[in-house]
T-cell receptor, first 114, second 109 residues
Framework: DSGVTQTPKHLITATGQRVTLRCSPR?????VYWYQQSLDQGLQFLIQ???????AKGNILERFSAQQFPDLHSELNLSSLELGDSALYFC?????????????FGPGTRLTVL | GIQVEQSPPDLILQEGANSTLRCNFS?????LQWFHQNPWGQLINLFY?????KQNGRLSATTVATERYSLLYISSSQTTDSGVYFC???????????WGAGTKLIIKP
């Protein structure tokens, strides 16, 4: 158990809908990362937050947005969902905001868009 | 950007066999991590190893930073070792982890 929690574990929805994925980092970690893993592929970095502020942006679509709250949990919002958004979404956390620090991953949320 | 190549892409072994997985990267890195993704999708950190050698039970890893590669050794494989092994690197702290495509390992009983 990495100490990072993600909810829900599974999510099935329809095209055009909006969903929210939630992540709680390990105790003491201030940095949160979101990744997308499409079927049989490696992970793609989406976005990073540190202590409530956006720190880095990767290949995140404009239909997606995220935030980190004062209690350090983070939410990833996906809107106008398309079939291609079906994927495993991971959250990771680390102590430092720098990517040279070890990242610990949550169990992921499996999103299926029908 | 940095290119990360993992080999072999697929590996099928009998229980008890040893294996070596390789990760090549195209530029110098400050961070290299090995992960295991089990058949249920969970990602587990194995090693944080930008250089040198580390061991954890039946697993060990070696990174030769000057030659831009890392090796993950699995000895006496068990069926629970099945899954995908990813290598991920970052050039420096201002950049994000770049992931290889993974090596899919199947251990047959």
């Amino acid at each position: 158990d990495s100490g990072v929690t993600q909810t829900p574990k599974h999510l099935i929805t329809a095209t055009g809908q909006r969903v929210t994925l939630r992540c709680s980092p390990r105790s003491g970690d201030l940095s949160v990362y979101w990744y997308q893993q499409s079927l049989d592929q490696g992970l793609q970095f989406l976005i990073q937050y540190y202590n409530g502020e956006e720190r880095a942006k990767g290949n995140i679509l404009e239909r997606f947005s995220a935030q980190q709250f004062p209690d350090l949990h983070s939410e990833l919002n996906l809107s106008s969902l398309e079939l291609g958004d079906s994927a495993l979404y991971f959250c990771a956390s680390s102590r430092q905001p720098i990517s040279t620090d070890t990242q610990y991953f949550g169990p992921g949320t499996r999103l299926t868009v029908l | 950007g940095i290119q990360v190549e993992q080999s072999p892409p697929d590996l099928i072994l009998q229980e008890g066999a040893n294996s070596t997985l390789r990760c090549n990267f195209s530029d110098s890195v400050n961070n290299l991590q090995w992960f295991h993704q089990n058949p249920w999708g969970q990602l587990i950190n194995l090693f944080y190893i930008p250089s040198g050698t580390k061991q954890n039970g039946r697993l060990s890893a070696t990174t030769v930073a000057t030659e831009r590669y890392s090796l993950l050794y699995i000895s006496s494989s068990q069926t629970t070792d099945s899954g995908v092994y990813f290598c991920a690197v970052v050039r420096d702290s201002n950049y994000q982890l770049i992931w290889g495509a993974g090596t899919k390992l199947i251990i047959k009983p």
